[in-house]
């Protein structure tokens, strides 16, 4: 669909100058160092900003029907520093999800706005390269969506009983993600992540998603 495109290339291009706009927050990480003690010079205070843009392949549908999707994802990631002695930090993000497939059931779109939530963990080592593993919860509230074959021609949330086979869509959502980021500098990180649903999609499929997916990201 034209309008999902369109509105794909607008939101990545708002996600970019929300990093180039916003101004830079230092926040200092440990040096390499022989003592065994080693101090993190955090505190309270201590804040992170990302912006990420993340593509997945998706998998939806249950042991009887799947489907397979794709997703492009990007999201603006607020941390709050937990610890003034580790790199600890609790993540709340929000962003755009656009989800996609085009196979022998049809042409499927969907657009959901996302809110993660998660706790990390900055793992340095002696060079420049840190590690970040976080995990936590996500929201996402299924904003449009259509899907276009034989049996749907049209928007897939219209109604509580759309078909026999599909039945109801829920514009509502509860998921787990699990990733990691590896950070090659101050501001610059590429990741990978897993996400799954603990909410279904579809009612009467009993559908879930879950996917995997390679982000990259700018910190300041």
Excluded at 167 to 183: A, E, I, S, T
Aim: glycine letters at 10%; one cysteine or more; proline letters at 3%.
């Amino acid at each position: 669909m034209k309008h999902f495109k369109t509105m794909t290339w607008v939101l990545m291009a708002m996600a970019m100058f929300v990093c180039e706009s916003a101004s830079a927050q230092y926040y200092s990480r440990p040096s390499s160092s022989s003592s065994k003690t080693t101090h993190y010079n955090y505190n309270d205070e201590t804040q992170l900003n990302i912006v990420e843009v993340q593509v997945a392949l998706d998998h939806f549908g249950n042991d009887v029907k799947s489907v397979g999707m794709q997703s492009l994802t990007y999201s603006y990631i607020h941390g709050f520093g937990l610890s003034s002695k580790a790199p600890m930090f609790l993540e709340v993000g929000a962003g755009m999800e656009y989800a996609w497939c085009d196979n022998k059931l049809g042409a499927m779109h969907n657009l959901a706005f996302v809110i993660p939530v998660s706790f990390s963990y900055e793992i340095p080592t002696a060079g420049t390269i840190a590690f970040v593993p976080y995990t936590g919860p996500f929201l996402r509230l299924n904003q449009t969506g259509d899907w276009d074959d034989d049996l749907i021609n049209g928007s897939i949330y219209k109604g509580s009983e759309i078909t026999d086979d599909y039945g109801k869509f829920n514009r509502f959502q509860v998921g787990w993600q699990l990733g990691c980021r590896v950070r090659f500098t101050r501001s610059f990180h590429a990741g990978l992540a897993f996400k799954f649903d603990l909410s279904e999609w579809c009612g009467r499929m009993n559908g879930k998603r879950w996917n995997v997916g390679l982000g990259i990201g700018l910190d300041f």
